[in-house]
């Protein structure tokens, strides 16, 4: 009998097949076969739904044969709760059984079985059923890891997205497909810049460099969101963020304050703690910008103005280690901060700029940043 069958063509090899029977006999029978067609395949053996559920779960086999009347619980509740369960839901299952009505046979379909044999069992159609479910299980493999290779070029596009664009923007974007421009009114815009960084870059490799920025913007980036503000972009050893954006507050300047005044902190205890010697400038200007994507064919988010400006030109006349703020600045932190008032600086196109450096906060006045409302 078994000689006279043909077990040409293995669908796979080194395959699990669960054989799940209350009679030890046509598990026997059935292994006996299929292991003529598959001499690399293992088999597991259940002998009520109860147990099938757990070596599924245990397993994780590629077939499955299950019996539908056994004692307890049956194979039809097997199936499904099997197909009720992530982990177990895509395992081809072919359900044999002694019932041949089409009802019987429609209500396995129905419930998740891939195929239906009847018993006797007829060793040919045994071979025929379970290559085609093993070639079923085989595109079902392909299709999922095709799904897992999607899902991992999807995630890191949204990675690269998400260091391109804020958080809102990047929202606005997969809702919409575009990214209008805006004027953003009352915000405060925070310039960093790492002092002599070409000298020190030159005095480093590569990879130190690449290490030690990536380090001090990934902490810029966990304070910005701490104080409920906006990382903007980093250009080379620079960074800037904006304060009161998408969280309208009057307070937009205190939190940008905070903000710089955490930064610097950070610094000095990075340098403690890896014996370096960074050192950066930090502006502060309040008042209007508008924000927008200015090029079609680069998706950098961006924002301009002369608040931006000026930003930049406190941040440039500041001295190392100092926050440095403008007059619109001052009039929103006077009240909160011990102030020191500079010499008023000639800046081109401008004019003399009133500038002032942030001593110290008002400990009595200023509010700790979880009673900031946002």
Known sequence: MLSSINYAEPTTEG?????????????????????RMLPEASFIRARNG?????????????????????????GIGALQTLQGNPSTKEIPV????????????????????????????????LIARVRTALKLCEKIKQLQKQKEQIEQVKLKRENL?????PPEVLLSYEETGEIMPRRFRNVSVVMVDLVDFTVKSQKM?????????????????????????????????????VSGMWNQTENHALNAAKLADRMRQYIIEHNHKNKIDWKIRIGINSGDIIAGIPS??????????????????????SDPMQINISESTYQLLKDYYIIIKR????????????MYYLHRPHLSRIPRSNEIPV
Not at 208 to 224: N, S, V, Y
Not at 296 to 317: C, E, H, K, P, S
């Open 15 to 35: 395959v699990k097949i669960l054989i799940a029977d209350d009679f030890e006999y046509l598990i026997d029978f059935i292994e006996a076969h299929l292991s």
């Open 50 to 74: 109860y147990e099938v559920c757990t070596m599924a779960i245990r397993h994780a086999p590629d077939l499955i044969l299950l019996d539908w009347e056994m004692p307890d619980f049956s």
């Open 94 to 125: 072919i359900m044999v059984s002694g019932f041949s009505t089409p009802s019987h046979v429609n209500e396995a379909l129905s419930a998740g079985a891939v195929d239906y044999l009847k018993k006797p069992i007829e060793p040919t159609e």
């Open 161 to 165: 997205l998400k260091g391109l664009l």
């Open 205 to 241: 490799s590569p990879r130190r460099l690449l290490d030690e920025l990536q380090t001090i913007f990934t902490a810029f980036d966990e304070i910005t969101e701490k104080y409920k503000c906006t990382r903007i972009k980093t250009i080379g050893d620079a960074y800037m963020a």
């Open 296 to 317: 079609r064919a680069n998706l950098t988010y961006d924002i301009f103005g002369d608040t931006v400006n000026t930003a930049a030109r406190m941040q440039t006349y």
């Open 343 to 354: 010499i008023s600086r000639k800046v081109k196109g401008k004019g003399a700029l009133n």
